[in-house]
């Protein structure tokens, strides 16, 4: 072969190699640079995405439109084309759907009637979804949350939840997922999971590793938008009970009453914010008053409920009625159904004249104590009586009974509730008795003849002393009736 031939030939083929290696690393190049807009374009979303929770922070936003901008943002960072959810922990072992996207591929094994649906009425398995919860340490979504676990599903038909389950929908099918548990700190928020087509939902490694760093993110910024809540909840709750307490207080007796022969005093301590104990003086004609005290059981706003109702009852059926058990009769029966079976009434309901009789009635009550001055001895009254809201009337009306009495001047009559005699010192283990109530209400009374309100103070003075820093128990109301 030619030499010089030859020598040419050997340059073709040398400018042949170097024309493919060129093409092939402008080929590469071109690749390189396309990933590099495609990561460019990934981060400028998962920025704007991290400044829009930002701003739903800032802005107070309601916790039910942050979780719906965390599933759609995160669907447009890394273009979840097949939809996403975010399922949060309602109560101890339970998640519950709190958003769904349009269209979302449901995650959970489908009932063959809503599988067979869903070909016509594709608004039957999105009701569903919305409406089912499902345990959180099971099912793909559970299991990862339970573990902590991110997770890049390369078929969600393939999970044990689907693959063994007979019936299954078209969009279950070559559709994969990626997964992230929600905690904030150490407390389970919930999970949230997005689809796409195909094998891993065509998610590469790194729309996975933005994937996970923006759940991270997410879990943050729902945390504490739920911590905000909780607090601005907690505010309005407070706000709410100073309210009920302020209208409570419009129920209670304003001063003590003008009733010829007697003077009056009157104290509620509530427990809580609201009480369910409750006075009041009532005219039931010119020669007579009612002086009525109750006691709801339990504490707070059910029980400031029912004792509100209680006074509209007495307020209706005292006005007339002489006789005390009759009321408390009328009362009961009225009551009776709206009462739940946890809860019940004890009242003590006495009619004074202005001779300085009296008439007592006893629901269930504590025994009202009476002091008598010319002896200094106190009386425990207890005519019988069942506590309303027991019984519809038949047990009620056989066994409530009547006391009759006169006081002389400088008798006094103490009406109270269990709130004082179970009141526990600052050791929590002793308390205060009806018989220390007694012994302090003779010597208050004998100490302040004609001075009702001044037996009260007394009174209250002792079991403030008594009880020191432990917590008040319950409710504890006190009246003072005196004969003058």
């Avoid at 690749?31 to 922070?57: C, N, P, T, W």
């Avoid at 936003?61 to 309602?90: E, F, H, W």
């Avoid at 010192?425 to 003779?442: I, P, T």
Wanted: proline share 5%; net charge negative; glycine share 8%.
């Amino acid at each position: 072969m030619n030499p010089e031939f030859l020598g040419i030939l050997v340059l073709a083929l040398l400018v042949t190699v170097w024309l493919i290696m060129w093409q092939r690393r402008g080929g590469q190049i071109e690749l390189l640079a396309k990933k590099q807009k495609e990561f460019e374009v990934e981060e400028s979303r998962l920025f704007d995405y991290l400044h829009e929770l930002g701003e739903a922070l800032y802005e107070d936003q309601p916790v039910p439109k942050i979780q719906k901008r965390i599933v759609d943002g995160m669907r447009k960072v890394v273009s979840a084309k097949r939809g996403g959810c975010l399922y949060i922990v309602d109560k101890p072992g339970k998640l519950v759907p709190a958003y769904c996207s349009k269209n979302c591929v449901p995650l959970i094994p489908l009932a063959e009637e809503l599988a067979t649906q869903h070909a016509t009425n594709g608004k039957a398995v999105s009701s569903h979804i919305k409406l089912q919860t499902i345990p959180d340490d099971v099912g793909m979504l559970g299991r990862r949350m339970k573990a902590r676990e991110f997770a890049l599903v390369s078929q969600i038909a393939s999970e044990p939840e689907l693959r063994d389950h007979p019936f299954l929908i078209a969009d279950q099918q070559d559709v994969g997922a990626m997964i992230a548990p929600l905690y904030y700190g150490d407390k389970p928020l919930g999970v949230m999971a997005v689809m796409g087509d195909g094998v891993n939902g065509g998610f590469t490694t790194h729309d996975f590793d933005v994937f996970r760093s923006a759940a991270e993110q997410s879990a943050f910024a729902l945390g504490s938008a739920l911590v905000h809540q909780e607090v601005l909840d907690k505010r309005r709750i407070e706000d709410e009970l100073k309210s009920a307490r302020e209208i409570q207080k419009v129920l209670l007796p304003h001063k003590p009453p003008k009733f010829a022969g007697w003077k009056f005093a009157g104290t509620n301590v509530p427990a809580s914010v609201v009480s369910g104990d409750y006075y009041d003086y009532i005219k039931v004609d010119p020669e007579h008053l009612g002086v009525v005290i109750a006691d709801v059981s339990g504490k707070g706003i059910p029980a400031s409920l029912v004792m509100a109702t209680c006074r509209a009852l007495v307020r209706m059926n005292a006005p007339g009625e002489t006789s005390p058990s009759a009321t408390l009769r009328n009362v009961n029966r009225f009551i009776f159904g709206d009462m739940r079976e946890d809860m019940f009434i004890s009242m003590a309901y006495c009619v004074l004249t202005k001779e300085g009789r009296f008439v007592l009635a006893r629901a269930g009550h504590d025994p009202p104590l009476l002091y008598r001055q010319k002896t200094g001895q106190v009386e425990r009254l207890k005519p019988g009586g069942l506590a309303v809201g027991i019984d519809k009337g038949n047990v009620f009306n056989r066994v409530s009974k009547e006391l009759a009495g006169e006081m002389e001047t400088g008798d006094c009559l103490l009406l109270y509730t269990d709130g004082a005699t179970d009141a526990m010192d600052s050791r929590g283990l002793e308390e205060f008795s009806l018989d220390q109530l007694e012994k302090s209400f003779a010597v208050a009374a004998a100490k302040e003849p004609g001075a009702p309100r001044e037996i009260l103070r007394a009174l209250t003075d002792q079991l403030k002393a008594f009880v020191g820093s432990h917590d008040q128990m319950d409710d504890i109301t006190l009246i003072a009736i005196q004969k003058q």
